[in-house]
């Protein structure tokens, strides 16, 4: 698969079949992930990929915190708030998502269930949690995101679906209780991912991507 078409291809899919991946796909597909770049060639990561009983004790630790109303407390800053243009994006990104669910804007309890959802993992039979030492903040984030997409489109090229989820992030403590995570390491976001209900209305959505003009400038 050419590059473009698996950029073209991958979308933040929302609800998965059941059907679990094979063993060893997973471990072929997370080997090749091994090549993406960081700095200095540091590696940061370190993943925890979470299936059957266990991911399912773990979603529901996490439902019970969020419905609980707890406060987040990311492990790492997810408190920027977007201004500006950014903001627009994010608004029309969720609108996007909720009408093609069939959400109106004042159906707030509605969204509020599909907002749950991502703690439920979308029904995924599996989810990646990407962790790193939280002293390397910025520069670790950097090549954290580097590594989820390199890790999303070798998905993609296998014929799995994926959605990166920073939601992931703003409840650690359930999730490093259970998987014995140390102090010292951060969950920075997840992953749900498996192979996509295509009969599903939210597998629809599709976002916009602005021009090039509005995004890169050249110099000579």
Same mark, same amino acid.
Not at 198 to 210: F, L, M, P, S
């Given at each position: ?5 698996a950029?073209?291809?991958?979308t933040?899919t ?7 991946v094979?063993a060893?796909?997973?471990k072929s597909i997370?080997?090749?992930?091994q090549?993406?770049?960081s700095?200095?060639?540091v590696?940061?990561?370190?993943t ?5 009983d ?8 996490l ?5 609980s109303g707890?406060? %987040? ?8 708030q977007?201004? +500006? ?5 994010q /608004? *029309?990104? #969720? ?7 069939g959400?109106?804007?004042d159906d707030k309890k509605s969204?509020q269930?599909?907002m749950?959802?991502n703690?439920?993992?979308f029904?995924?039979p ?7 030492d939280?002293y390397?903040n910025?520069m ?5 995101g580097i590594?989820a ?9 296998n ?6 989820q920073?939601?992931?992030g703003?409840?650690?403590d %359930? ?10 390491? +951060?969950?920075l976001f997840?992953?749900s /991912? *498996?192979? #996509? ?23 000579q």
């Open positions: 698969m050419q590059v473009i078409n950029l073209k291809k991958r933040s929302r609800a998965f079949l059941k059907n679990p094979p060893d796909v997973l997370f080997s090749q992930a090549q993406a770049p700095n200095c060639n590696q940061p990561w370190q925890l990929v979470v299936s059957a266990k991911k399912e004790q773990i979603k529901c630790e439902v019970k915190v969020v419905m707890a406060t %987040p407390n990311p492990d790492f800053n997810w408190q920027a977007y201004q +500006g243009v950014h903001r627009d994006r /608004f *029309g990104s #969720a609108n996007v998502l909720y009408s093609s669910m959400i109106t804007r969204r269930l599909a749950l959802r703690w439920q993992f029904d995924a599996h989810v990646a949690f990407f962790t790193m939280k390397l910025i670790g984030a950097v090549d954290m590594y997409q390199s890790l999303a489109l070798l998905l993609n090229e014929g799995i679906s994926s959605c990166l920073g939601a992931l703003q409840f650690p %359930p999730i490093k209780q259970a998987l014995n995570i140390p102090e010292e390491r +951060g969950i997840g992953m /991912f *498996g192979y #996509a209900d295509d009969t599903a209305a939210v597998n629809t959505t599709r976002t916009e991507r602005e021009k090039l003009e509005t995004a890169v400038e050249f110099f």
